[in-house]
């Protein structure tokens, strides 16, 4: 059965940094595009970052946090990570994984509806 779980969230101070993983179960996590979205309360979810499938050429990250998130691969592990840094109180959300197979040119997708598999989440809170 394929799953998705992401760990990593936590309370952090403005400026902080934060480490989340999404690991993967029942599949191979390397053929897939991986998605990071979070979503707030009474927002609608975003697109944070993605990362392409095998050996991760391409990525993307949303203007809100280029520069300060890095996302990753380790293949070997099954995992994929976004690194947070610079964390500002509007990152608040709770963080979401998710998995295509779709192969997409040159590029990773930001769009929520190309990805069918999901994590449950973590919660992500920058407060002083």
């Known amino acids: 059965q394929l799953q998705l779980v992401e760990s990593g969230g936590g309370l952090v101070q403005p400026g902080g940094s934060l480490r989340l993983s999404c690991a993967a179960s029942?599949?191979?996590?390397?053929?897939?595009?991986i998605g990071w979205f979070r979503q707030d309360p009474g927002k609608e979810r975003e697109g944070v970052s993605c990362?392409?499938?095998?050996?991760?050429?391409?990525?993307n990250y949303a203007d809100s946090v280029k520069g300060r998130f890095a996302i990753s691969r380790d293949n070997a592990m099954n995992t994929v990570y976004l690194q947070l840094n610079s964390l500002k109180p509007e990152d608040t959300a709770t963080y979401y994984c998710?998995?295509?197979?779709?192969?997409?040119?040159?590029?990773?997708?930001?769009?929520?509806?190309?990805?069918?598999?999901w994590g449950p989440g973590t919660e992500v809170t920058v407060s002083s």
């Open positions: 998710a998995a295509t197979r779709h192969e997409f040119f040159r590029r990773c997708s930001l769009d929520a509806r190309d990805f069918g598999a």
């Open positions: 029942g599949f191979t996590l390397s053929y897939y595009t």
């Open positions: 990362i392409s499938s095998r050996s991760g050429d391409y990525t």
